[in-house]
């Protein structure tokens, strides 16, 4: 079982940047790749960006790329997901994830609780 709490969320203008945080404890986390998801209002959930447990490979759907940042550390135990230019359509629900194959599955095993981003315009 790995545990995931994310935070960082709030209420931001449209163009400010923000950084989401999720912390990881349990069964090895480091050993998981990871992934931030989305969930807007009337929307499915959709993954955002990935990172493989080395941090080598990185995923960025087309719609962030450019603007998001995934990192981690694995020795902290601790996703991060970068956000610049902030977008009122970037409003959604973020959920951190970890799993395997995640960019092929678009989905993830143990989940976080979400943060909430809203942009204002």
């Known amino acids: 079982q790995v545990q995931l709490v994310e935070s960082g969320g709030g209420l931001v203008q449209a163009g400010d940047s923000l950084r989401l945080s999720c912390a990881a404890s349990?069964?090895?986390?480091?050993?998981?790749?990871m992934g931030w998801f989305r969930q807007a209002p009337g929307k499915e959930r959709e993954l955002v960006a990935a990172?493989?447990?080395?941090?080598?490979?990185?995923y960025y759907a087309d719609s962030v790329k450019g603007r998001f940042t995934i990192s981690r550390d694995n020795a902290r135990n601790t996703l991060y997901l970068e956000i610049n230019s902030l977008k009122p359509e970037d409003t959604a629900v973020y959920y951190c994830?970890?799993?395997?194959?995640?960019?092929?599955?678009?989905?993830?095993?143990?989940w976080g609780q979400g943060t909430q981003v809203t942009v204002s315009s």
């Open positions: 994830a970890a799993g395997r194959a995640m960019v092929v599955t678009q989905s993830g095993a143990y």
């Open positions: 349990g069964r090895t986390p480091s050993t998981y790749d």
């Open positions: 990172i493989s447990w080395s941090g080598i490979g990185t």
